[in-house]
Every structure is written in structure tokens, then in C-alpha cells.
């Protein structure tokens, strides 16, 4: 087994610890950074596919994204130029009336493990709070919702519609959470929505770039 295929396996299985030391043994080896961020990026893809399947749950999630978010802490300093922002400044933050923050920090470990600069703006955040923070912050491509309740719904897609009413430009606007479906989030007037963690990040990497 490849020392990426190691990076890969222990990642799924959460080991904090061990992935680390292995990042760094991949490099000595002389495998590209960009390769083992990848390896790290489908694994937690294939975590997310899990987790959405109902074969894991949140603490396996956790676990995979704490091992996640150690191995790209090794690989930081190595990205050249600076890809941590390549993809500009991702806001995230749960709105306004919720105080969940497990599926929010997962997302934000994901978005970041994609090439953005996050800026964790935490729970129950208003939509003047958000539309502050795009003021505030250099760069902001995407600004990412998350709403755990049904009852706070309501409040997810008034932020939407007040951010994207603010006449702020130049980014986009994504949300998830549990009750949220691609439906709502499209009466929202979001430009995207993710269902789960891993999907979070591949769309917001498409949102951007497209």
C-alpha cells in the first residue's frame, strides 16, 4: 500500500494522530502536495457518501475531519503560492435562531480543505451580520448558510434574500442543513445547495470557478 493510500486509508478511519506522521512520510517520499491534498479530499468524500448513506454518523464524520484538517495543517505551508486562498474568502456561519454548529464546522473544514480562506462567523448570525462581514473582508467569493431547524428556515431564506438584496456582488451565496432540500434551497434564491459536507465543498469549488 502507497503511503497516499495509507494518508487515505487512516483518514476514513478517523485517526487523528496517525495521519499526520504519514503526510509527512508521503512527502519524504516524494509524493506532490497537490496529489495527498486530493487523496485527503475523496476520502472525505467517500466519508460524506457514508455519512449521507447512514453507514457512519456524526462522531465517525468528526473524527475523519479533525484527522482531515491535521494532515492539510502538514501540507499549509508546503502549498505554493498560497492555494489555501486561491479560491477567495468563503464566509460561513449558522443563521440566525439556531445554534447548531456540528454540520456548519464540518462544512467549513471542507471548504477550506478545498482552497479557500474561511471565515467562521459561528451561530445564530443575522443577515446584517453577514452582509458586514462581506463589507468587512477582502475578497469574498462565497458566503455559505447553514440552517439545522425547520423552524429557523424561515430565517435562512430571509438572510439569502437580504444578501443578495444588499447590492454586495461578486460572490455567491450556498446552503444546507438537515431540513433544507435542493427545492427550498432553490425558493431561497441561493445559487447552491449541498446536501452533506463532502458536497459542500465540490460545489462551492464549482460555484466559484464557473
Known sequence: MSKIEEVKAKLEAGKAKLVPGLVQEALDE????????????????????????????????????????????????????????????????TVEGDLHDIGKNL???????????????GVDVSADKFIEAIKANKNVTLVALSGLLTTT?????????????????????IVGGAPISAEFAASTGADGFAPDAGSAAVKAKELVTA
Open 30 to 93: 516524494g509524493a506532490e502536495v497537490q496529489s495527498i491534498l486530493q487523496a485527503m479530499i475523496d476520502s472525505m468524500g467517500v466519508v460524506g457518501d457514508k455519512f449521507s448513506a447512514g453507514e457512519i454518523f456524526v462522531p465517525e464524520m468528526l473524527m475523519a475531519a479533525k484527522a482531515m484538517s491535521k494532515g492539510v495543517e502538514v501540507l499549509k505551508p508546503l502549498l505554493t503560492g498560497d492555494t489555501s486562498s486561491s479560491l477567495g474568502t468563503c464566509l460561513i456561519g
Open 107 to 121: 462544512v467549513a473544514m471542507m471548504i477550506e480543505s478545498a482552497g479557500f480562506t474561511v471565515i467562521d462567523l
Open 153 to 173: 428556515m424561515p430565517a435562512l431564506k430571509q438572510s439569502v434574500q437580504t444578501i443578495k438584496a444588499s447590492g454586495l456582488t461578486g460572490f455567491k451565496v
